[in-house]
């Protein structure tokens, strides 16, 4: 195994629990270009095995096209797999790129605790 001198540490951190009958992701960080295989490969291996997942994006500090479409993408693989994503607590700036990109309809958002938000 060889680690590259001088890599940077990853963008974006996630944890995962269970809550109720849902996995929870709270991600943590910058959803950018080098973090969304992270994101896409732990969120995809949930799907199997649970109906419901919730990306908590409390934390997301900024996000990029690339952490955009990585959500739209795991949105549409969650469809496939029978699997129920919705995503909360959004900060102004992240709610911002879904509305201007009109992505915000389709996702089901809630604010904090899974309440849902007007």
Not at 52 to 59: C, E, G
Not at 96 to 101: L, P, S
Request: with cysteine; net charge positive.
């Amino acid at each position: 195994m060889s680690i590259e001198p001088d890599a940077p540490t990853a963008p974006l951190s996630l944890r995962i629990y269970a809550q109720g009958d849902a996995t929870v992701v709270e991600c943590s960080g910058r959803l950018i270009s080098g973090a969304t295989d992270q994101l896409r490969k732990e969120v995809k291996g949930l799907f199997p095995h649970t109906k419901r997942v919730i990306l908590d994006l409390t934390n997301v500090i900024q996000m990029d096209s690339m952490g955009l479409g990585a959500v739209v993408s795991l949105y549409a693989s969650a469809k496939a797999a029978g699997c129920d994503l919705k995503l909360i607590n959004l900060s102004k700036r992240v709610r911002e790129i879904f509305r201007v990109t009109n992505l915000l309809s389709i996702f089901e958002v809630y604010g904090e605790h899974i309440i849902k938000m007007p």
